[in-house]
């Protein structure tokens, strides 16, 4: 499975945008898929997952209630809306996909095991 993130870039503070993860291989629709991030200085940090079928997702406390994640498996794409975008959520974003294993699998960065390559997002005050 190859990923690609798409659809970053500067906005001001208040703004939206929306993230972009291509997906190749045929089995791409049965991974669960996390848009994580990472602050300049700071350890990665989960921020939303989706299960293969889009039926489950989750979300890490910071972006509760401002960003949206969602899938298309006929376009191989998973998606994350962003809105009421803030300085603390400058940062470059991933995507990566895993197989679900126990419980909040989804927070457990170090296990997934595709990831693609990041894309900056900044937002201004």
């Known amino acids: 499975v190859q990923l690609q993130a798409s659809g970053g870039g500067l906005v001001q503070a208040g703004g939206s945008l929306r993230l972009s993860c291509a997906g190749s291989?045929?089995?791409?629709?049965?991974?669960?898929v996390a848009w994580i991030r990472q602050a300049p200085g700071k350890e990665h940090e989960f921020v939303a997952a989706?299960?293969?079928?889009?039926?489950?997702?989750y979300y890490g406390d910071s972006v509760k209630g401002r960003f949206t994640i969602s899938r298309d498996n006929v376009e191989n794409a998973v998606y994350l809306q962003m809105n009421s975008l803030n300085p603390g959520d400058t940062a470059v974003y991933y995507c990566?996909?895993?197989?679900?294993?126990?419980?909040?699998?989804?927070?457990?960065?170090?296990?997934?095991?595709?990831w693609g390559q990041g894309t900056q997002v900044t937002v201004s005050s």
């Open positions: 291989g045929r089995t791409f629709s049965s991974y669960a």
């Open positions: 989706i299960s293969w079928s889009g039926g489950s997702t």
């Open positions: 990566a996909a895993r197989h679900p294993r126990g419980s909040n699998w989804y927070r457990s960065i170090g296990e997934y095991d595709y």
